[in-house]
């Protein structure tokens, strides 16, 4: 027994540490949430994960995001997520994709190749295109809705896109899911109304107000996407 693991095998067994070490998950967007589901999912066992995000780690990330620090401003965050995950366990096999998931881009992953895919981008069309793609091929994929604009990690909650309500982001991937037949999909979302921002800041390369963040909503729901992750590849199971 890996003594690294040896506490989570005590509750998934040596079968279920088996199948995650075994297993290739694809983890898209290494920001809040998704930093969250790399640490839960390395932590855990898992053998395999590709890591895409074009994005590099800078000072506002801080206050949330797992991979920012002071010594990681600068980095992209595909290698300050690659650094921490082989400090935590050397033995992972990473595959580091330092670009943005778009529909033009989509061609350039074989969906086919992963166990389980998370989605944790910010952006409608690409989510859209991970789900698809996901569900094309056969793999199981959960998808992180809003978490800017929230300060109540106990609201978060797994749930399918369909029996979700006040999410703005929520609502609107419900009507394009529904346009293109998606008849469910697991989902972590929040019940809180979001916040109004008490500052205004606007992105520099978009003009556009960014949400305000806390370091403990988007863990949250990084945590309960990995956990479900791992539930399924460990058991085989819903549960």
Known sequence: MDEKFQRTEMLLGKEGMDRLASSRVAVFGAGGVGGYVIEALVRSGIGELDIIDRDTVSESNINRQIIATTKTVGMPKTEAAAKRARSINPGIRLNLHNMFFLPETAGSFDFS?????????????????????????????????GAGNKLHPEMFE?????????????????????????????????????????????????????????????????????????????ANSLL
């Open 113 to 145: 190749q992963y166990d389980y895919v998370v989605d944790a981008v910010d952006t409608v069309g690409a989510k859209i295109e991970i789900i698809m793609r996901s569900i094309e091929c056969g793999v199981p994929v959960i998808s992180s809705m």
């Open 158 to 234: 797994l749930a399918d896109i369909y029996d979700t309500s006040v999410c703005p982001l929520a609502r609107v991937m419900r009507r394009e899911l529904k346009k293109r037949g998606v008849r469910a999909l697991p989902v972590v979302y929040s019940r809180e109304e979001p916040v109004i921002p008490k500052a205004v800041f606007s992105d520099e390369a978009t003009g556009k107000a960014v949400p305000g963040s806390c370091a403990f909503a988007p863990s949250a729901a990084g945590l309960i996407i990995a956990g479900k992750v791992v539930r399924d590849l460990a």
